[in-house]
């Protein structure tokens, strides 16, 4: 199929970007959106031109690297999905595809379709482990934990930091990633112990990186690719308040 | 401790928890207005007069206007920061179609509410708090036939159910999103505040439209 695409092009976090239209032909349904975008480049470095930066790294749906704006949407029209993991298939012959970087004033555009999201490492380094330095990953199975407690708590670790949810959101609030990021650790005995003081410093940091606030729209679930739940921003809430009341 | 967003959302919480209880209270009082009319003359009458006499309702009074202001302004506050952290739009935007319309529409709602309480804090708060009214039968001043009068005018009453359908809209998001701010993460409870937030946002909107419809159509 033949796909017109408007892609936005921008040299770096000073210059002002500007959407640049092209055209593919020969776009087979059962490529991956990234395949068809590796295909444009291809015909572009024959052309001599500068590519078209974008993120990924696995392509399989699991690393949380890649991540464009495609037709207004995070990861594109499919929801639960990266962008790696959409195919053409969704994409119909003669389409106009607008192709966008996550925007969010936390995440500054590095160049095309890439943004710099060091502002999510900070908010795990506020908090966002177990402080006691133990040396060697430790023997899994040294602290006995339940199938179903572990899973609950690998429901929220599932979380692989792509951004959609703060792409979607009108607040470009970073609630879901922070929240999923705190209660994989508060549901389970290593975590709990230092769950009062990583709440109130990761919920300070993701403020001080410039995250706008959560008005629960729900709107980052749809679009996470690992369905991470809303609940988790209740929990984050509710941890947040125990630790504002508890503190000494 | 640096002041947080999250901290400004829990103001946000427990004034529109404060106020939704408030519209219950409201709405019960205004209900009186349905009774035939010599009957709801008298009680209408002695109900307002009850309520700006007692000191408790003072200064719960007080805490309403506290609440109602600095919802608002807090609301000013949040949106601020988001606007911030949401600085560049998209060249194409179909955001919209992952979240429902109340939802992210709070500010516009709040807005249309705050524009309809300025009507009705001068129509009837003032003139009641602030001017001599001619006093009914048993003596008391008679905020019922200004209500009834101001009901006659169908303008008011379209500015009326416009402004009830924003609150219910506002409701209908607000009050789950209260719940959520406070923390609740339990999915059985979850889903049971939801449906009371559904239940409760149709009782407000549908009984608070209902009055000024009954008063101008059928009285």
New interface residues.
Partial sequence: MKLHLKIWRQLNAASKGEMIEYEVSEVSEHMSFLEMLDMLNESLIQRGERVIEFDHDCREGICGQCGIMINGRAHGPLTHTTTCQLHMRSFKDGDTIYLEPFRASAFPILRDLKVNRKSFDSIIEAGGYISAAIGQTPEANSIPVSYEASEAAFDSAACIGCGACVATCKNSSAALFTSAKINHLVQLPQGKLEAADRVLSMVSQMDAMGFGNCSNTEACEVECPQDISVLNIGRMNYEYNKALLLRK | ??T???????IMAATGLFLCFFLVIHLLGNLQLLLPAARAQEQFNWYSHLLSGNILIKIISWVLYLSLISHAVYALL?TR??K????????????K????WS??N?GILGTIILIFLVIHFKDFWYVYMFTDLPLDAAGNKDLYTIVITTYDQLWYVLVYEVSFLALGFHLL?GF??AS??????H?KY?KAVKVFGWMYTLLITLGFMAIPLYIHFIK
């Fill in positions: 401790m640096k947080t967003t999250l901290q400004y959302k829990l949040i920061k988001s911030k952290a949401n600085a560049s739009s998209y060249y194409y935007d179909k955001r179609v992952s979240s429902p939802s992210r709070m998001h789950f999103s959520r701010t406070l923390g609740l993460y999915p979850v």
